[in-house]
């Protein structure tokens, strides 16, 4: 971690700038919240909508709202756990100015009695730099806070009287908009620097059901796949579902889902997972159709859940690797489609990782469209990133 230092007391030396690091002197005070109203009318972010002095809350609240959605990668209608009230660190110039800010919460599950042991979860959009620095002096501020936060042990008591707890692992999680996409991008790479890893970006997708959006679609060239309903709740069709979910995945551009394709028990424990209602706990009825050949062989599938009464979810589409490239994934989407038009259904959603552009680019073409991108990050202590 070059150019940014830990001393003693909690000073961070960010190059030839010494920030202080040390918890706004008198508490959140004005200076803090104006510096936090400057950032946040920045973005389009809803949470920055509003009074200044609610502003904070309201990032807290986005962070436990979205960390199980952003680590499993499915859309949470759950409401969010109770936040704690966050840890808040102010950077101040040399000269005493207020530089930036961040702000961090310890994660309820980890501070059990016997556990000793603190994570960090820190707020989206924070740090919040002064925008008036120049990008150098920001991500140095940026660097300087969170490195702090994940050096001051003594901050994790702070919130809950608790006393000194080392944090052991810190987590950062952000969902943002094609509109806060740039500065979303600049403070995961901040996180990056700072030795948080991620795994791929999601991007969430959807698309309206109605009559309109429907006369829109290109027209399909035909195939001579059949498309047949099965129900992986019974033994013989989970063994074909789990056979062509780790044939699909285990070629594809989706990394996450590659590894688990290498084995048959990691994908029989998420489909059944998936079955269960379990990723976000608001999905029910899963529908399954298989596209098979004129000699019956299975070539792809399109797995989707009900969510609520009246949205679709796909929650995989998947083509085996010799019958890619024909417009077999395109076909099993529209009849997708039609399925939940069928079922009365007005919206459409899925979630895919940023790399898979195959897949992206299959579901722009068929009247996708970006709705949001979650990106969750992980930091553990002995690993990079330590000071
Ligand atoms: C994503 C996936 C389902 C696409 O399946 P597919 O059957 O190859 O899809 P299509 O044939 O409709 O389209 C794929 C490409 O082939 C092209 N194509 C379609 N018909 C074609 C034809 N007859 N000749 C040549 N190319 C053709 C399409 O234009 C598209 O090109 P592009 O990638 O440059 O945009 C498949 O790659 C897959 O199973 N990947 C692994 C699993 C996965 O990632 N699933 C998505 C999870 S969110």
């Keep these: 971690m070059s150019g940014v230092r830990c001393g003693p007391g909690g000073s ?55 960390l199980p959605e952003a680590a499993s990668g499915s859309i949470s ?76 042990d003594d901050l994790c008591g702070q919130a809950t009287g608790d006393g000194a707890v080392p944090v052991e692992s810190a987590r950062y999680a952000m969902r943002f908009t094609s509109a806060d996409e740039a500065e979303a991008h600049r403070m995961i790479a901040w996180y990056r620097r700072a030795g948080f890893v991620s795994p791929c970006e999601r991007v969430i997708m959807s698309r309206p059901l109605d009559q309109q959006s429907d006369s829109a679609d290109p027209p399909a060239e035909p195939g001579d796949e059949s498309f047949v309903p099965i129900d992986p709740t019974f033994a013989g069709d989970f063994g074909l579902a789990v056979s062509l979910l780790q044939g699909a995945f285990a070629e594809g551009d989706d ?59 796909l929650a995989d589409l998947g083509v ?22 069928r079922r009365g259904k007005s919206e ?7 790399p898979n552009q195959t897949a992206l680019r299959l579901y722009e073409r068929l009247g996708f469209r970006k709705a949001t991108s979650l990106c969750a990050m992980e930091w553990a202590r002995g690993q990079s990133g330590e000071l």
């Design 12 to 66: 961070v030396r960010a190059d030839a700038a010494e920030w202080d690091i040390r918890p706004p002197r008198t508490g959140l005070d004005g200076q803090v919240l104006a510096l936090l109203g400057a950032v946040y009318s920045r973005l389009s972010w809803a949470g920055a909508r509003g009074p200044a002095d609610t502003l904070l809350g309201r990032a807290v609240a986005e962070a436990a709202a979205i």
């Design 77 to 152: 209608q759950e409401g969010a756990r109770r936040p704690e009230p966050p840890v808040v660190l102010a950077a101040y110039s040399p000269g005493g100015a207020l530089a930036g800010m961040v702000a961090a919460n310890r994660d309820h599950k980890a501070s059990s009695a016997g556990d000793a042991r603190s994570v960090l979860v820190f707020v989206p959009w924070s740090p919040v730099v002064d925008p008036e620095l120049d990008a150098e002096r920001r991500e140095q501020v940026a660097l300087a806070l969170i490195l702090g936060a994940l050096n001051r």
């Design 255 to 313: 990394p996450d889902a590659q590894k688990m394709a290498r084995s048959g028990e990691a994908c029989s424990r998420w489909l059944a997972a998936a079955l269960a209602g379990e990723r976000g706990g608001a999905y029910a009825h899963g529908l399954w159709l298989v596209a098979r050949d004129a000699s019956g062989s299975a070539m792809g599938f399109a797995f989707l859940l009900e969510r609520g009464p009246t949205a679709l979810h």
């Design 320 to 341: 085996l690797p010799e019958y890619r490239r024909r417009g077999l994934g395109g076909r099993l989407l529209r009849e997708a489609l039609r399925l939940g038009r």
């Design 348 to 354: 459409i959603t899925l979630v895919v990782v940023a």
